[in-house]
């Protein structure tokens, strides 16, 4: 099964030509975040509530990745809630987290690495996919699930709200069909605890930049 | 945490009792699961005992709801703490999974 990161990170990614899709600005950072937090609480490490952020088992799961993280929660001294996890993830651990997702996404045969140069100089790496299966998969999951009123699975509950935070809703759906799940996303991105805090994340520095960008001085 | 079961019917009402956290989040869901496995598709939980609520719990909660759906039942709620009702209202549990003020409100509408 793949880690919230990884999947998150093949969603973000334009299938023909390996680069990532425009999404919200910062967020992918506090999604990634969030995606890391989510695989601990999926592991049964830590747990949450909407006053803290709690270890209840520091045993490492095997994943370097998440290990990384669940030491330093279990390593930190006092209380923190989730926001201020996300955050402090998002500062310090958000480029190990996405070069190590996409690492193993490539040596798992899902995607490849390319390296390219442009305009001679500029060196950029794409990761176009190579076997579109768990793609596609991922994708119909959350379609499945909010053109459906079924009762979600807890997974997939978490997966929208790192999908709807980040924004690319309209990369998967058509927009006539984001209309017709509108009410399903309203619903469903608030179901899971660590999900909401991703989303509260980042709206906030969202409306940040929005009043830095109306209070700024126009010349 | 303690679970109590009995049953009223073709309904198995299961009390929750004390804190559901992620330390007994999943033998919570495993025992629901035995339940609804068992064909007891029906299934009001009794919070009325029920101190505190994390994630790791509600993700149980959801989970055999969805199992219950599935097997063609129904879980509900009754008998919330204030505490825990905030929690399930503000996660938006509480616009999928039928909730009533007491266990024979429950009973008397899922019967």
Redo the contacts between chains.
């Keep these: 099964m793949l880690t919230f990161a990884e999947e998150i990170l093949l969603l973000m990614l334009d299938d023909e030509d390996g680069t990532f899709l425009p999404t919200r600005t910062s967020a992918v950072e506090y999604v990634l975040a969030g995606a890391v937090l989510l695989d601990l609480a999926f592991a049964n490490r830590i747990d949450t509530d909407e006053r803290q952020l709690l270890v209840i088992d520091s045993t490492p799961t095997g994943n370097p990745m998440l290990d990384r993280v669940l030491e330093r929660i279990a390593g930190s001294s006092g209380t923190r809630d989730t926001r201020a996890w996300i955050e402090k993830i998002t500062g310090e651990d958000t480029e190990e987290i996405r070069s190590q997702a996409l690492a193993s996404l490539v040596k798992r045969g899902v995607l490849e690495a390319r390296d390219e140069k442009f305009l001679w100089v500029f060196r950029s790496r794409r990761y176009p996919v190579i076997d579109g299966r768990v793609e596609r998969e991922a994708k119909l999951r959350v379609t499945g699930v909010l053109l459906s009123d079924d009762i979600p699975d807890p997974r997939d509950v978490a997966m929208i709200g790192l999908v709807d935070a980040c924004g690319i809703l309209s990369e998967i759906f058509s927009g006539r069909e984001i209309e017709r799940a509108a009410p399903r996303i309203e619903q469903l991105r608030k179901m899971d605890l660590i999900g909401q805090e991703v989303g509260g994340a980042v709206a906030e520095i969202e409306r940040s930049i929005m009043m830095a960008a109306v209070h700024a001085p126009h010349y | 945490m303690e679970m109590e079961e009995e049953k009223s019917g073709s309904l198995s009402i299961v009390s929750l009792i004390g804190r559901i956290?992620?330390?007994v989040?999943?033998e919570v869901e495993q025992r629901l699961s035995s339940i609804i496995d068992r064909g007891d598709t029906h299934v009001v939980l009794d919070c009325g005992r029920m101190s505190?609520i994390?994630?790791?719990g509600?993700?149980a909660v959801?989970?055999s709801?969805?199992k219950c759906?599935q097997a063609g039942g129904k879980l509900s709620l009754c008998a919330l703490q204030p505490s825990c009702k905030t929690?399930l209202e503000?996660?938006?549990?509480l616009?999928?999974?039928s909730s009533y003020d007491t266990r024979d409100a429950a009973v008397s509408a899922e019967s």
């Design positions: 956290d992620g330390l989040a999943p505190y994390s994630s790791a509600l993700r959801l989970a709801a969805r759906q929690v503000i996660s938006g549990f616009t999928i999974i």
